[in-house]
């Protein structure tokens, strides 16, 4: 499977326990300049911006520990442009869904507030 099939995958595990959850999903792999927003989702008065990060195993670390200070502030700055753009005026967070396994058989953590950045 070549990465761009197994990032659908990931985000679409990720989607569907969003959805689990009461997330409306508003829209995936939102570009912005060099950086990208897996998911932009939304549940209550919460806009929520989600990397998802996925591995065979944990071996080397967990998924969410891959998740650079570069890329968050790609993210960040990502989610400021989404923001204006869309005259978002309720609170932002950025959490992190870190799946560990195959699509069959893997363990999902979602990552609330994994990071801050405004």
């Known amino acids: 499977m070549n990465t761009r099939k197994k990032g659908n995958q990931g985000e679409d595990l990720a989607v569907a326990h ?3 959850q009461g997330y409306t999903i508003l829209t995936r792999n939102f570009y912005f300049q060099k950086a990208e927003i897996d998911i932009i989702a939304k549940k209550e008065d919460m806009l929520v911006v ?3 990060k996925w591995r065979k195993s944990d071996v080397h670390g967990a998924p969410h520990e891959f998740v650079t200070p570069k890329k968050r502030k790609l993210m960040a ?3 400021e442009y989404y923001i204006q753009k869309f ?4 609170e932002t967070r950025f959490d992190i869904i870190s799946i560990v396994g195959t699509a069959q058989h893997h363990t ?3 990552i609330e507030s994994a990071f801050y950045f405004f």
């Open 50 to 52: 989600v990397e998802v």
């Open 18 to 20: 969003l959805q689990k």
């Open 108 to 110: 999902l953590e979602h």
């Open 77 to 79: 700055r990502a989610a």
């Open 87 to 90: 005259d978002w005026q309720g």
